[in-house]
T-cell receptor
Framework: DTGVSQDPRHKITKRGQNVTFRCDPI?????LYWYRQTLGQGPEFLTYFQNEAQLEKSRLLSDRFSAERPKGSFSTLEIQRTEQGDSAMYLC???????????FGSGTRLTVV | TQLLEQSPQFLSIQEGENLTVYCNSSSVFSSLQWYRQEPGEGPVLLVT?????EVKKLKRLTFQFGDARKDSSLHITAAQPGDTGLYLCAPYSYYGGSQGNLIFGKGTKLSVKP
């Protein structure tokens, strides 16, 4: 069990560019979650998957954001046409079921300049 | 939209002091988790409480779930510099809130000075 891995740890991009983040969950966890955290705030829910199915999406997830988990293992989060307001820490977590504790990755820090 | 409040937002204390942080809402929760987060890292689960009135202890940390399952508290005895971090409460709500994911408060940022 190597925990939840996120790549990259840091990303600086110019406004208008597309970025993609990857999350590798704990292998036996069937649930995977994406959260976004800005300075001074707690994590805000974006979306989650049960296996390969995307079961819920927050209204925070605009049409510029898309997440996939094609084989029920790793997941990607893509942001198209990035804006400065997208600058945040993007956290991925996984769990076995909704009532179990989440294991979070170390996050991807996105800075849009 | 359920309102989740954590207090205080910031707390700076000396090593050896005791402290309590609170998590309150108008909604009833099926269960609630507490996490601790250090700068630049993801939150780490401390405890899950499920039953109203439940008390759980983790070394010097004592967690309590309110009888009505609308609030929770975290008490730290004899705080140490290693306790420094952001403490987040995160309830599950199956009574009108979104299902299948945790909702996080803004957290209490604790600083313990040696």
């Amino acid at each position: 069990d190597t925990g939840v891995s996120q790549d990259p740890r840091h990303k600086i991009t110019k406004r208008g560019q597309n970025v993609t983040f990857r999350c590798d969950p704990i292998s036996e966890h069937n649930r995977l979650y994406w959260y976004r955290q800005t300075l001074g705030q707690g994590p805000e829910f974006l979306t989650y998957f049960q296996n390969e199915a995307q079961l819920e999406k927050s209204r925070l997830l605009s049409d510029r954001f898309s997440a996939e988990r094609p084989k029920g293992s790793f997941s990607t989060l893509e942001i198209q046409r990035t804006e400065q307001g997208d600058s945040a820490m993007y956290l991925c977590a996984s769990s076995r079921e909704e009532s179990y504790g989440y294991t979070f990755g170390s996050g991807t820090r996105l800075t849009v300049v | 939209t359920q309102l989740l409040e954590q207090s205080p937002q910031f707390l700076s204390i000396q090593e050896g002091e005791n402290l309590t942080v609170y998590c309150n809402s108008s909604s009833v929760f099926s269960s609630l988790q507490w996490y601790r987060q250090e700068p630049g890292e993801g939150p780490v689960l401390l405890v899950t409480v499920v039953t109203g009135g439940e008390v759980k202890k983790l070394k010097r940390l004592t967690f309590q779930f309110g009888d009505a399952r609308k609030d929770s508290s975290l008490h730290i005895t004899a705080a140490q510099p290693g306790d420094t971090g952001l403490y987040l409460c995160a309830p599950y709500s199956y009574y009108g809130g979104s299902q299948g994911n945790l909702i996080f408060g803004k957290g209490t940022k604790l600083s313990v000075k040696p």
